[in-house]
């Protein structure tokens, strides 16, 4: 077989690698699961701000607690002394009466607060929960994504590496210093470096050689068949690309 043809095989099986890494790094899986995780990400912290505003919520509804149970045992302590008939004075008795009613006025203050912030807590437990729940519907959502997106892959990795096996044994039938040219021009043209020359056509970049290259072309001596010091099909070489060309 013309070794040239060989180099032909082997960038197939390059160009199908390649096509096949590029499938892997842009399964639809992969961006789905990008998005869902900054949306866990964000969920996450919106769960944290909630968590926070709930806690000073709760820290608030105790301080009114402890306030209203301040106010009605000063109120009970100054109405049994009020009632008790210990005190006879009337001053005293009218700054009792003074001080039960100021403490009457404090107590209704404080319970509406404090029915203010129970209800806000209640609603910010209810907000939470809400968030809660949802990232737990977001993180299932990544589990089962992240499931596909690994079979997927798995399924690319499979392929790929069957089309290396058989790549290794075509790159095995290439000479030596063929296959280093070849290997050089990969990383030097897109990683694509052999073309055939159809009529007077490079299909590697498609640009029309003038007849007598093509003519020159086609004269040189197979490979390994040229004069010592001389050159052979295997240096034909596109103008313009500089890909190796199969005539």
Do not use: F, W
Request: aromatic share 2%; net charge negative; charged share 35%.
């Amino acid at each position: 077989m013309n070794p040239l043809e060989g180099l032909l095989d082997l960038q197939s099986h390059d160009t199908r690698i390649a096509q096949l890494e590029h499938r892997h790094a842009q399964l639809p899986e992969r961006a789905a699961l990008r998005r869902l995780e900054r949306e866990l990400a964000k969920r996450d912290e919106q769960i944290a701000d909630a968590e926070q505003h709930h806690a000073e919520l709760a820290r608030l509804q105790r301080r009114y607690d402890d306030d209203l149970s301040s106010v009605l045992a000063k109120r009970e302590r100054e109405r049994g002394l009020l009632y008790s008939g210990q005190v006879t004075a009337i001053r005293e008795l009218q700054s009792l009466e003074e001080e039960v009613a100021a403490l009457g006025r404090r107590q209704r203050v404080v319970e509406d607060k404090l029915l203010e912030v129970m209800e806000e807590l209640e609603s910010a437990g209810a907000a939470l929960a809400e968030l809660r729940t949802g990232r737990d519907e977001l993180a299932l959502r990544i589990d089962a994504i992240s499931d596909r997106l690994t079979a997927a892959a798995a399924e690319i990795d499979e392929e790929c590496e069957r089309v290396r096996s058989d790549r290794a044994a075509v790159a095995g039938q290439i000479a030596a210093e063929l296959l280093e040219l070849y290997e050089l021009l990969r990383t030097q043209i897109d990683g694509v470096a052999v073309a055939r020359l159809e009529g007077t056509s490079c299909l590697g970049c498609n640009l029309t050689l003038p007849l007598m290259e093509v003519d020159r072309l086609r004269r040189l001596p197979d490979i390994g068949e040229a004069p010592a010091g001389g050159i052979d099909k295997g240096s034909a070489t596109c103008p313009s690309c500089g890909r190796i060309l199969v005539l």
